[in-house]
Nanobody, 122 residues
Framework: QVQLVESGGGLVQPGGSLRLSCAAS????????MGWHRQAPGKQRELVAT???????KYADSVKGRFTISRDNAKNTVTLQMNSLRPEDTAVYYC????????????????WGQGTQVTVSS
């Protein structure tokens, strides 16, 4: 069993900051890509940011310069620091990971967290 558990969502005023965290747990030998997607009401889920084991990162154009993704390979965690938040950042944010399990099927398999709500409003 593999799980991704997120924390850190909430309500913030425009221009404020929030920090999201996600931890992978369970029976696995390696976590490859880790990242964050988001889904606003009535819209499709979209990539926010992703990072590989080597620390390389990729961001959606809409968050470049405002959001920073980082990971701790030893702890199998990924963090999204969100600054200068805007109302259009309001969405449910989902952690995702590409994980090689220790049991069959080993994968790598794609896992999702349960989601955490981020609301940017005055």
């Amino acid at each position: 069993q593999v799980q991704l558990v997120e924390s850190g969502g909430g309500l913030v005023q425009p221009g404020g900051s929030l920090r999201l965290s996600c931890a992978a747990s369970g029976n696995f030998s390696r976590v490859d890509a880790m990242g964050w997607h988001r889904q606003a009401p009535g819209k499709q889920r979209e990539l926010v940011a992703t990072t590989l084991q080597d620390g390389s990162t990729k961001y959606a154009d809409s968050v470049k310069g405002r959001f920073t993704i980082s990971r701790d390979n030893a702890k199998n965690t990924v963090t999204l620091q969100m600054n200068s938040l805007r109302p259009e950042d309001t969405a449910v944010y989902y952690c995702n990971g590409v994980i090689l399990r220790t049991v069959v099927p080993r994968g790598p398999l794609h896992y999702w967290g349960q989601g955490t709500q981020v609301t940017v409003s005055s």
